[in-house]
Nanobody
Framework: QVQLVESGGGLVQAGDSLTLSCAAS????????MGWYRQALGKQRESVAIITSAGSTNYADSVKGRFTISRDNAKNTVDLQMNSLKPEDTAVYYC???????????????WGQGTQVTVSS
């Protein structure tokens, strides 16, 4: 019932910037937290950055100072601005939303389809 539309990935060179965007569509839900995760080849999915409804943020150590997560509570969108990209940032990036769905009557986690970010050296 809730869909996440994710975009912004691509192929860039080291040092370049990209901005990922994610929008949650639907109604009758309240979002607790939104975030970005990534999964590199041969690795488990890991948290990159999260932001709560109150605006509190948490970043992985590997991206602190380079990535910025932002959220528009009114529009149910979350962005990830990625600066000074490194080859080790190469991964599939997934948008994640934790919400309470008043139609389904419970708390749920939704994932975007994933967008590929490739950083060449």
């Amino acid at each position: 019932q809730v869909q996440l539309v994710e975009s912004g990935g691509g192929l860039v060179q080291a040092g370049d910037s990209l901005t990922l965007s994610c929008a949650a569509s639907g109604r009758h839900f309240s979002i607790n937290a939104m975030g970005w995760y990534r999964q590199a080849l041969g690795k488990q999915r890991e948290s990159v950055a999260i932001i709560t409804s109150a605006g509190s943020t948490n970043y992985a150590d590997s991206v602190k100072g380079r990535f910025t997560i932002s959220r528009d509570n009114a529009k149910n969108t979350v962005d990830l601005q990625m600066n000074s990209l490194k080859p080790e940032d190469t991964a599939v990036y997934y948008c994640k939303v934790d919400l309470f769905d008043t139609v389904l009557g419970g708390s749920y986690r939704y994932w975007g389809q994933g967008t590929q970010v490739t950083v060449s050296s």
